[in-house]
């Protein structure tokens, strides 16, 4: 139980990486370049998709792809083009502010709930604390009422 707050502040800190790894190979790619698909094999969940790349050069490629919607032939589509890499992928949107979100939430929740844990560990009664603030916020309620 006493780990509990710090395995979730990793696990947070963790998942915000993931997102901004994602981010960063989103951001590395030569950008989005319009395709159309010209074959589909539904067993195999591949489409073959011809598009212009960044070169100026048309290609024809085979993507497999696992999204939730179905690709059919003559529909068009987005090509992410990584050209240091040779690689191409069709474009699933955006997957990485999901991952950074939920990650920042977990961070802030695990960080919040280890100061917690701390201060009651080490005795620090939170009634204390909280007459403090409420000194605190009387204190700048005062200053805020007679800077106006």
Not at 39 to 48: E, G, P, Q, Y
Request: with cysteine; glycine share 10%; proline share 3%.
């Amino acid at each position: 139980m006493l780990w509990l707050p710090l395995l979730v502040l990793a696990g947070g800190i963790a998942v915000v990486w993931t997102g901004v790894c994602l981010a960063a190979d989103v951001h590395r790619s030569a950008g989005l370049f319009p395709g159309r698909v010209v074959t589909t094999d539904v067993r195999n969940s591949t489409a073959d998709v011809e598009y212009t790349g960044p070169d100026g050069v048309t290609k024809t490629q085979t993507f497999e792809h696992h999204l939730g919607r179905r690709i059919v032939w003559g529909r068009k589509v987005q090509i992410r083009v990584w050209p240091d890499e040779g690689r191409a992928a069709i474009d699933d949107g955006d997957k990485h502010t999901g991952p950074i979100v939920a990650g920042s939430l977990l961070t802030l929740l695990g960080a919040g709930a280890t100061v917690l844990l701390f201060r009651w560990h080490h005795g620090m009664r939170l009634e204390k604390s909280r007459a403090r603030a409420e000194k605190w916020w009387l204190l700048s309620w005062w200053w805020l009422s007679r800077w106006r």
